[in-house]
């Protein structure tokens, strides 16, 4: 499987925009490229994929390079409740299993 | 709520015993996997079930087996317990199993072996 590189951690204040980085150089072109969170005690959550265009939905948006070598996520406005662990993740061979890295945890300062 | 449901939400047990959890899938998927998460070893994919029938599998032990069932539940079962299966246990559903579909994580279930 593909490798993603995230950053350990990000800090970010209350109501700012926060961009999370995702670095994935050896990405085929059947790869889609996942994104999930966990808030604390509780499982993983969907929060947008795509493959090769810019996504939006409710929760962020998915910015995708040209070369799709690289990805960021965007929160728009960060609450709270978006402190958790992101996971960038590729899936496209094997059915679409996903192989969760260390992924980056984002504090919200208020 | 993803709307996946697991059961029990936490189990302990003693070394050697046999444990079941259990999954139920989102209403209309088909697919089902199961991840276990520790805290030295972060989540990993154990196995993937789609309509009934086996479809990857990850780390899983042999000591641990699962299967789909007709109406699409799934079961996760653990045997020759060891200390070192303490961990979550996460079930998700799918619509289908290609890339392009998203994961609804159910709860878990906190499994401690003592």
């Known amino acids: 499987d593909a490798k993603t590189t995230q950053p350990n951690s990000m800090e970010s204040n209350e109501e700012e925009p926060v961009h999370l980085p995702c670095n994935h150089s050896t990405i085929s072109g059947t790869d889609y490229i996942h994104w999930y969170r966990q808030l604390p005690s509780q499982g993983p959550e969907y929060v947008i994929h795509g493959l090769t265009s810019n996504v939006n939905n409710r929760m962020a948006s998915l910015a995708i390079a040209e070369d799709r070598k690289s990805s960021t996520l965007i929160l728009h406005r960060a609450t709270l409740r978006d402190a958790a662990v992101y996971y960038c993740i590729l899936s496209g061979r094997a059915g679409n299993k996903l192989t969760f890295g260390g992924g980056t945890r984002v504090l919200v300062k208020p | 709520d993803s709307g996946v449901t697991q059961t029990p939400k936490h189990l302990i047990t003693a070394t050697g015993q046999r444990v079941t959890l259990r999954c139920s899938p989102r209403?209309?998927?088909?697919?089902v996997y199961w991840y276990q998460q520790s805290l030295d070893q972060g989540l990993q994919f154990l196995i993937q079930?789609?309509?009934?029938?086996?479809?990857a599998k990850g780390n899983i032990l042999e000591r641990f087996s699962a299967q789909q069932f007709p109406d699409l539940h799934s079961e996760l079962n653990l045997s020759s317990l060891e200390l070192g299966d303490s961990a979550l246990y996460f079930c998700?559903?799918?619509?289908?199993?290609?890339?392009?579909?998203?994961?609804?994580f159910g709860p878990g279930t906190r499994l401690t072996v003592t």
């Open positions: 998700a559903s799918s619509v289908a199993d290609r890339a392009r579909y998203e994961q609804y």
């Open positions: 209403s209309g998927d088909l697919s």
């Open positions: 079930y789609y309509n009934g029938e086996e479809r």
